[in-house]
């Protein structure tokens, strides 16, 4: 007889080993199905995000950045430094280091809480059963019953024929992490937030950097005002991006030889390295068996209602295989929300207060409706900014590069969107996001006292701003 369990969540990111703590918290018998395997050989929880994706990509952002100041930045503040060495090797094995701590912590976690690490692949069955395969493909299958399944299978590179992948010089993001040493020249098929933030990496430890973009607008999701100074701050740090660049073909040898076509035609150039980072797909493929009627849509994302449950009674779906933005922090609030609902509580998440981050240097952070967004809905707003270069906090970083942007409701004045490119972004988005939660207003963030001198404050004279009220700025 196959072991049950209340609970059977298939994916250990953070949606599903999320999910998983919360039920086990909430009394449910609870069990984790994950194939992820590290490079070491040795099985691991935290899915794309801890291993290959967010953790291991803003470790090496934090080291580049600091490799960065000591070469350029630090004689601003009277300090000199001399010849600067730069160890690849050991800016990847810090790397290595913070995963496999954080890693090691979920493990800790499931032990704590009592849940089962069930290390495989698994495939959702009939009746709500969960088969387990080895990852090695050696010993046999077992299978699992539950009362409840949640499916967090999470999302992988997309592929594209025109730039095959060698695990070489033609990399995806993933390998991208894995650098031994600077390449002179670096090419990067996709200047989304994947790219700007690899591209970002290397161009600081001294790779000339390439961007080829099939678009022609930078960061169609940011507000544009502020996505276009943030395109030339990237630039004027030596990012070359090339807007309107379709890539035809790629092909390694001693170096990458690059094809694509723009408004000028076909263009070519050469590259010791590039990634492909063209966005992600949903994990779904050999996910249930060929009697297991789960409804996907056309781009392999499984069907969802409000509350995360899919066609199959008891089946759940969260994080990147269903609809919405692919953010661990999106799946980890789906997971919170699903475990509350099996076990009879209320469960909400608000999709439309869900920040968004990009780990450049400025930062780029925003929630809620850009301009562009507004104005083709016929939405009346007032909106209001403040730069960065204006506090006395910024100043005295030396970092005033950016801005804050709020754009408030023109009759009501709540708020509907707060956009950031500067310093710390990602954390000043958290005071937008608990306004928007309960409903605030402009006016309610401008008559907050924010501390002097912070970066906070730019926030605070942006929504000042937006009444034509800011001290620090002529209206």
């Known amino acids: 007889m196959a072991k049950a369990f209340d609970v059977i969540v298939i994916g250990g990111g953070p949606a599903g080993y999320v999910a998983a703590i919360r039920c086990a918290q909430l009394g449910m018998s609870t069990a984790v199905v994950d194939e992820f395997v590290y490079k070491d050989g040795e099985p691991a929880l935290g899915g794309t995000c801890l291993n290959v994706g967010c953790i291991p990509s803003k470790a090496l952002l934090d080291s580049s950045e600091q490799y960065y100041k000591i070469g350029h930045e630090l004689e601003a503040h009277g300090i000199k430094a001399g010849n600067v060495e730069l160890d690849v090797k050991a800016m990847i094995a810090r790397k290595?280091?913070?995963?496999?701590?954080?890693?090691g912590g979920i493990a800790q976690l499931f032990k704590a809480n009592k849940i089962e690490w069930l290390k495989g692949h698994g495939k959702l069955l009939s009746g709500k059963q969960v088969e387990v395969s080895p990852t090695d493909g050696k010993g046999k299958a077992r299978t699992y019953q539950a009362e409840n399944v949640i499916i967090a299978t999470g999302s992988k590179p997309i592929e594209i024929d025109a730039a095959p992948l060698d695990g070489d010089k033609i990399v995806n993001s993933d390998d991208a992490l894995e650098f031994t040493e600077v390449p002179k020249r670096l090419g990067i098929i996709g200047a989304g937030v994947i790219g700007l933030e690899m591209g970002s990496v290397w161009r600081r430890l001294g790779s000339k950097v390439i961007l080829l973009e099939a678009q022609d607008t930078f960061l169609p999701p940011v507000d544009q005002r502020l996505a276009k100074l943030a395109q030339k701050d990237f630039e004027r740090q030596g990012l070359d991006i090339r807007f309107g660049a379709r890539v035809t073909n790629a092909k390694a040898g001693k170096t990458v030889s690059v094809h694509y076509e723009d408004k000028d035609g076909k263009q070519n150039i050469q590259v010791d390295k590039l990634i492909v980072c063209v966005g992600r797909r949903p994990n779904t493929g050999n996910l249930f068996a060929e009697d297991v009627e789960l409804l996907l849509d056309e781009r392999g994302l499984i069907n969802v209602d409000e509350?995360?449950?899919?066609?199959?009674?008891?089946v759940y779906a969260i994080g990147d295989v269903v609809r919405g933005p692919m953010?661990?922090?999106?799946?980890?609030?789906?997971g919170v929300m699903v475990a509350e609902l099996i076990a009879g509580k209320p469960g909400h998440v608000n999709y439309d207060t869900i920040p968004w981050v990009i780990y450049t240097h400025p930062e780029i952070a925003w929630v809620g409706k850009t301009e562009q967004q507004l104005k083709a809905a016929g939405v009346p707003f007032n909106s209001g900014?403040?730069?960065?270069?204006?506090?006395?906090?910024?100043?005295a970083m030396e970092e005033t590069a950016g801005m804050v942007?709020?754009?408030a409701h023109k009759e009501t004045d709540r708020i509907l969107g707060v956009h950031i490119v500067g310093p710390q972004a990602s954390e000043l988005i958290a005071e937008a996001v608990v306004a928007m939660e309960f409903h605030g207003s402009s006016e309610d963030l401008a008559r907050i006292i924010h501390a002097h001198p912070t970066l906070s404050e730019a926030v605070h004279e942006a929504a000042l701003s937006v009444s034509r009220r800011a001290i620090h700025k002529a209206n």
Do not use: Q, Y
């Open 96 to 103: 290595d280091r913070v995963v496999k701590d954080l890693t």
């Open 307 to 314: 509350h995360c449950r899919t066609n199959l009674p008891g």
């Open 327 to 334: 953010l661990a922090h999106k799946g980890s609030e789906e």
């Open 385 to 395: 900014t403040f730069n960065f270069a204006a506090t006395g906090r910024a100043r």
């Open 405 to 407: 942007k709020v754009i």
